[in-house]
């Protein structure tokens, strides 16, 4: 979905934003059916396809169609097959394997759906109980997707120096310490995570090639202190899914895991000063709305805030993209 240039001023361009969802939820269903893993390689007419899948051929060619009008897959002489994206990317197993970042979105579509109810109510209802094993997986490879594509863009900001223990806290897949690690020969990374994630945090590091350096820590940063002696903390993507006082005190616990002189590396959307803009990033902060937790996408000088309360000192801010910035705090 594209923004306008200058904002919604036609109806076309009210169109684009409204039929927005006509696209995702295609792409999401192909997902859901294992479309682009029953092609594989190979060139199926709607019927081959139909089988595969298992539904209707006249359903089944309805969507090829219009994944070959999204440019996801090819048609000729009435057979279909992947594109070139699709077939290194969506077909599950293969090495730039996304489908984990599709399976998170299947999941969040219900939440969006309800919205409106989650707006009136003054947010959505929150998840309970243990998040089936499926579903666990399918966030933190979806995160994988997302933090491997960031993380050369993140390290590209940041001064190395004299960092030999990285911590990475709630880091899911780890990425973002692997692309570290990867600039760093002589560095260890700890990857600190919930009991059910560590196992696939492990599976991330064979992947990166960097498990050799890699310790896992299971444990939860509202309960659990994060360990000592690090030059270097990573807080990527975490601090939007808590309110202010929680921001704060994952800051401070990481405060106390790192030497005097370490710093602490806070990675996320960041919203101009009114809160309305970047656009994804606003619209991030309707995404934690709907899953019923108190966080938000923060400006610069909040997470600058949380920082100074949190006991570090010289934060600097720097852009990683039109919407993602890294703010970096000093502990003397």
């Known amino acids: 979905m594209e923004q306008p240039a200058n904002g919604i001023e036609s109806m076309a361009d009210l169109m684009d934003v409204v039929a927005g969802y006509w696209a995702s939820r295609a792409v999401l269903t192909a997902h859901e059916l294992s479309v682009f893993t ?27 169609n219009a994944l070959v009008g999204l440019g996801l897959l090819r048609k000729e002489v009435g057979r279909f097959a992947n594109g070139t994206f699709a077939a290194a990317s969506l077909v599950r197993g293969r090495g730039d394997d996304l489908t984990g970042y599709l399976g ?45 594509h960031w993380g050369e863009k993140v390290l590209a900001k940041l001064d190395l120096t004299g960092v030999r223990r990285i911590l990475d806290i709630g880091g899911g897949s780890g990425d973002y310490s692997y692309a570290m690690l990867k600039r760093l020969p002589e560095a260890t990374a700890v990857i600190f995570d919930l009991p059910n994630v560590v ?14 350096r890699v310790e896992t820590r299971a444990g939860s940063y509202w309960e659990d202190e994060l360990g000592e002696g690090f030059d270097l903390a990573i807080v990527s993507n975490i601090l939007h899914s808590t309110g202010p006082e929680g921001c704060v005190t994952i800051l401070q616990k990481a405060y106390r895991a790192l030497i005097p002189g370490g710093r602490v590396v806070i990675h996320d959307f960041i919203l101009g000063e009114d809160g309305t803009h970047p656009r994804w990033a606003a619209l991030f902060s309707l995404n934690m709305l709907s899953g019923g937790n108190d966080g938000r996408s923060y400006t610069r000088e909040e997470l600058e805030g949380f920082l100074e309360e949190a006991g570090f000192e010289e934060a600097q801010h720097t852009a990683c993209s039109e919407d993602t910035g890294i703010v970096v705090g000093v502990k003397r």
């Open 38 to 64: 029953a092609l594989g390689d190979e060139e199926l007419t709607a019927e081959e396809l139909a089988r595969r899948v298992e539904c209707p051929a006249r359903s089944t060619e309805l969507l090829a």
């Open 104 to 148: 998170h979105h299947a999941m969040l579509w219900k939440r969006w759906s309800e919205l409106t109810e989650s707006v009136r109510a003054g947010g959505g209802q929150p998840f309970s109980g243990e998040m089936p094993a499926e579903a666990t997986r399918a966030f933190i490879m979806a995160m994988h997707a997302s933090s491997s």
């Open 199 to 212: 196992p696939i945090t492990l599976e991330c590091a064979q992947l990166a090639g960097v498990a050799d």
